[in-house]
C-alpha cells in the first residue's frame, strides 16, 4: 500500500513537473524572449501618449480613460482602426540586429541623425522611448533606427517607417457626422426641391412614417440611409477656417438634421458650394459641434440627396393577412374567394371549391409583390386608364373595410400605372410583378374549371 502511495506520489510530482516547466514555463520563456527580441518592449496598456515627427510635421496623440485623442496640432478625435494599427506595429516590431554605436559623423551613412522622421512614446510610469527612422536597408523590408537612449544603430523592420510617416489625415476621424444609428428618433433632409421628415413612431417595432408626406417608410431603406451616413468619409479638412472660408458652408444645397436620444437634441450635417478643381468635384461641409470645415466627394453628395419615394415603403396596400375576410379581383382578369372562418378559403359563389392554404399564400404574395418602382408628379390622370382599369383589386378586413388598388394603362415599356385606391398618388408598377398576378389567376380558374368538370 505504502509503495503504491509513493509511486502515485511520483507520478503526480511528474505531472506538476513537466505542466509547470514545460507548458507554464515554455509560454513564459517565450514571451520573455519576445520581449527581449522587440524594438520597444512595451504593450499597449503602458503607453501614456505618443509623438510622430515627420519634418515640419509634429503629430502627438495621447490616451485618456483607455481611448486615444489627438492633442497637437489641433485637439481632433482619432481614427481607431488606424491608431490601433499604429500601436500594434510598435508593441511588435522587432530587433533584427543590433549594429552597435556609431560614430556621430557616420550616422548620416544609415540616414540617421538629420532624417526629421522620429517616434518618441511616453508611458505612463514616465519612461520614453526615441527613435530616429534612417534609411532602408540593402535587404528587403528592414530599416536602421537610431536608439536615443542607449545611442545604438538597429536594424528592424520597414513597417515602422510606413507607421511614423503617417499623415494628420490618416491618423484623424474622418466621419463627417458621428451618432448612433439607435438613437435617431427624426430624420430631416433639406434640399432646394423638398424638405422631408421621416419620424420613428415605434422604436421597439421601428415603425417610419414621412410625415411630411403622410406616407408607411421602408424600415430598410431608412436603416440603409443612416447607416451610409454614419460610414461617409471627409476626403479633406479645414482647420481653424476664416471668415472667407467659412462662407463656403453659408447656403446649404442640402441639409440633414438628426433628432437623437432621449433629450431630443438636434445635430446637423450641412453641405455648401461646391470646390472644382481641374475634374474632380467636392463640397464643403459642416457638422455642428464641430470646428472645421470639411470637404465630401461628389458622389457621397449625391448619394445623400434622396427623393421622398427612396423611402417610402412601395406596397400599394398595408393590411394584415389574418383580417382580410374576402378578395375580389376585377377588371380584364376576375377572381373572387371568401374566407369562410374556421373552414379555409373557398372560391366565392362555390363553397365545394377549396382552396389550399399555399395556394392563399401565393395569392397575397403575389398582391403584395405589385409595388410602385417609380412615382408621378403632377401627370394628366387621364392618360393612366384608372376610370376602366386593367385590373382592379379589392380586399375586406373583418371591419368589412375595402382596401386596394388599381392596374391602368401600359406606358408603352415594361410598366403599368398603379394607384392605390385611398391615395392621390399614381406610382408605376413592373409588368413582370402583374403578370404573376394574372398567371396565378389563371392557374386558380383553372382549378375552378377542372372541378366544374
Avoid: C
Amino acid at each position: 500500500m505504502r509503495k503504491t502511495f509513493i509511486l502515485f506520489f511520483i507520478a503526480i510530482s511528474l505531472g506538476l513537473f513537466v505542466y509547470f516547466y514545460e507548458i507554464v514555463g515554455d509560454k513564459k520563456r517565450e514571451e520573455k524572449k519576445n520581449f527581449n527580441e522587440s524594438l520597444f518592449k512595451i504593450k499597449n496598456d503602458d503607453i501614456k501618449s505618443v509623438i510622430l515627427t515627420n519634418n515640419s510635421q509634429i503629430i502627438k496623440y495621447e490616451k485618456n480613460n483607455d481611448s486615444w485623442k489627438i492633442t497637437k496640432p489641433f485637439n481632433l478625435s482619432v481614427d481607431k482602426n488606424i491608431v490601433d494599427s499604429q500601436i500594434s506595429v510598435f508593441e511588435n516590431s522587432k530587433i533584427k540586429r543590433i549594429i552597435g554605436q556609431v560614430d556621430e559623423s557616420k550616422l548620416k551613412n544609415y540616414g540617421l541623425g538629420v532624417s526629421n522622421t522620429e517616434v518618441l512614446i511616453e508611458t505612463f510610469k514616465g519612461k520614453k522611448i526615441n527613435f530616429e527612422i534612417g534609411y532602408e536597408s540593402a535587404s528587403r523590408g528592414d530599416l536602421f533606427v537610431y536608439d536615443k537612449d542607449s545611442n545604438s544603430v538597429i536594424l528592424s523592420s520597414n513597417d515602422l517607417k510606413v507607421q511614423v510617416q503617417k499623415k494628420l489625415f490618416e491618423l484623424r476621424d474622418k466621419k463627417i457626422i458621428h451618432f448612433d444609428k439607435s438613437n435617431v428618433n427624426e430624420l430631416t433632409i433639406i434640399t432646394e426641391n423638398d424638405s422631408i421628415v421621416i419620424e420613428n413612431q415605434d422604436k421597439i417595432n421601428q415603425l417610419w412614417k414621412i410625415t411630411s408626406h403622410n406616407l408607411f417608410g421602408d424600415n430598410s431603406q431608412i436603416d440603409n440611409y443612416l447607416a451610409s451616413l454614419n460610414r461617409y468619409n471627409a476626403i479633406g479638412f479645414i482647420d481653424n477656417p476664416g471668415k472667407n472660408e467659412k462662407s463656403n458652408i453659408k447656403n446649404s444645397s442640402i441639409s440633414i438634421i438628426l433628432n437623437l436620444g432621449p433629450d431630443r437634441t438636434n445635430k446637423t450635417l450641412s453641405i455648401g458650394k461646391s470646390k472644382i478643381l481641374e475634374s474632380d468635384t467636392s463640397h464643403y461641409g459642416f457638422e455642428t459641434g464641430k470646428s472645421n470645415i470639411f470637404l465630401i466627394s461628389d458622389d457621397d453628395k449625391k448619394a445623400m440627396m434622396k427623393n421622398y419615394f427612396y423611402f417610402q415603403d412601395k406596397k400599394l396596400i398595408n393590411y394584415d393577412e389574418n383580417d382580410i375576410k374576402e378578395i375580389n379581383i376585377l377588371g380584364s382578369y376576375k377572381l373572387s374567394v371568401i374566407n369562410e372562418d374556421t373552414l379555409g378559403w373557398y372560391i366565392s359563389l362555390d363553397s365545394t371549391i377549396k382552396l389550399e392554404k399555399s395556394d392563399m399564400n401565393r395569392l397575397f404574395s403575389a398582391i403584395n409583390g405589385i409595388k410602385s418602382v417609380e412615382s408621378l408628379q403632377n401627370e394628366d390622370q387621364e392618360l393612366f386608364g384608372f376610370n376602366e382599369p386593367f385590373i382592379e383589386v379589392l380586399l375586406n378586413n373583418s371591419k368589412k373595410n375595402k382596401i386596394g388598388f388599381r392596374i391602368g394603362n401600359s406606358d408603352n415599356s415594361l410598366n403599368r400605372y398603379v394607384k392605390s385606391n385611398n391615395s392621390k398618388r399614381t406610382y408605376k408598377a413592373t409588368n413582370n410583378s402583374i403578370e404573376r398576378l394574372t398567371n396565378l389567376i389563371n392557374e386558380i380558374k383553372g382549378l375552378e374549371n377542372k372541378e366544374e368538370l
